[in-house]
């Protein structure tokens, strides 16, 4: 029943908080248990990354003088870890008091990187990449944007999803979107069940990659990365998941200059698409889509079995 939304403007930017925020409010009955964007803002340049990470979780910080404590202290730890590594913290925000925000110069090997913090207890890293930032938390899209600030995030493009919890619990760890580490810029957002997860999980766990969640949207994100590490294009990856993951689902993928659509061969999960030339937006339901819109447009389905990619130049 989860909602999950996309769009990209081609050819400049546009304030995708706020853009993303109307869609997946209009989607909030379809998931009210938590929402998460995945914002692609400009580029970093150089060895400049952005992270965004949490130590704790929403309900965590109902248990008193200890676990504010405890925050602090892991942080402190992230933060040492970074610089053994050999990384420079350049900026480091308090998106809320158990999610950061931090631009960091570094050199050497992010997944190496992501491994030492995320050793640190309750340390979990969302997104790590020269565009992406992630952001999901509990509760509907207007508290997560007033909570982390995102109205007037600048940026190309975006997902987002809305999240009915069903097979798992209600924490940030088990919301969407879903960074595929550790490759940079990569996020998926998916609608729907994949019956080879298992299957298709050890077979990557074999490959060296590693999953922080039991949620099948993860390893859509993986699969996807994986492919491209291997040299595959976005589209060509995408269609390689028609044909290998079982189950009925539809998806949405981001990369750092792509936004990318797929329908499994049955097409029982719904998404609706508005094109011109230079935005695109696509949802589980049109409401989304008009929600961004003060006119009359034109909207589509998506056919069975289809692929699509959208560039933002």
């Not at 109902?62 to 892991?74: C, E, N, S, T």
């Not at 600048?154 to 924490?171: C, K, N, Q």
């Not at 999980?201 to 390893?219: I, K, P, T, V, W």
Request: glycine share 8%.
């Amino acid at each position: 029943m989860c909602g999950i939304a996309g769009l990209i403007h081609r050819g400049k930017t546009g304030d995708i908080g706020t853009e993303m925020t109307a869609m997946l409010q209009s989607l909030k009955h379809r998931g009210p248990d938590s929402t998460g964007y995945a914002l692609y803002g400009k580029p970093l340049k150089g060895n400049e990354i952005m992270i965004r990470f949490k130590v704790a979780e929403q309900d965590d910080m109902k248990k008193g003088f200890d676990i504010h404590h405890q925050v602090v202290d892991r942080r402190e730890q992230v933060d040492k870890r970074i610089k053994e590594l050999g990384g420079t913290i350049l900026e480091a925000n308090e998106a809320t008091e158990y999610a950061f925000r931090y631009k960091v110069s570094f050199d050497g090997d992010r997944r190496k990187l992501a491994d030492y913090m995320e050793d640190v207890e309750g340390a979990e890293i969302l997104s790590m990449g020269h565009g992406l930032e992630l952001v999901k938390d509990l509760g509907d899209a207007a508290r997560v944007a007033s909570q982390y600030k995102l109205k007037g995030f600048s940026g190309t493009h975006a997902l987002g999803h809305t999240r009915m919890a069903t097979e798992s619990d209600v924490d940030i760890r088990s919301a969407h979107p879903y960074w595929a580490y550790p490759f940079a810029d990569v996020s998926v957002v998916h609608n729907g069940q994949l019956t080879n997860y298992w299957n298709g999980r050890r077979a990557l766990e074999r490959r060296g990659h590693r999953f922080m969640s039991n949620c099948d949207s993860e390893l859509i994100a993986v699969y996807l990365a994986d492919k491209m590490q291997q040299g595959a294009e976005l589209k060509d990856a995408m269609a390689d998941s028609i044909e290998e993951l079982d189950g009925v689902f539809t998806y949405l993928v981001a990369t750092s200059d792509s936004l990318g659509m797929a329908k499994d061969t049955m097409a029982a999960k719904p998404m609706v698409l508005y094109e011109s030339d230079k935005f695109i937006a696509l949802a589980s339901e049109e409401v989304a889509i008009r929600s961004v819109f003060p006119h009359e447009i034109d909207t589509f389905d998506p056919y069975e079995g289809e692929v699509r990619v959208w560039k933002s130049s």
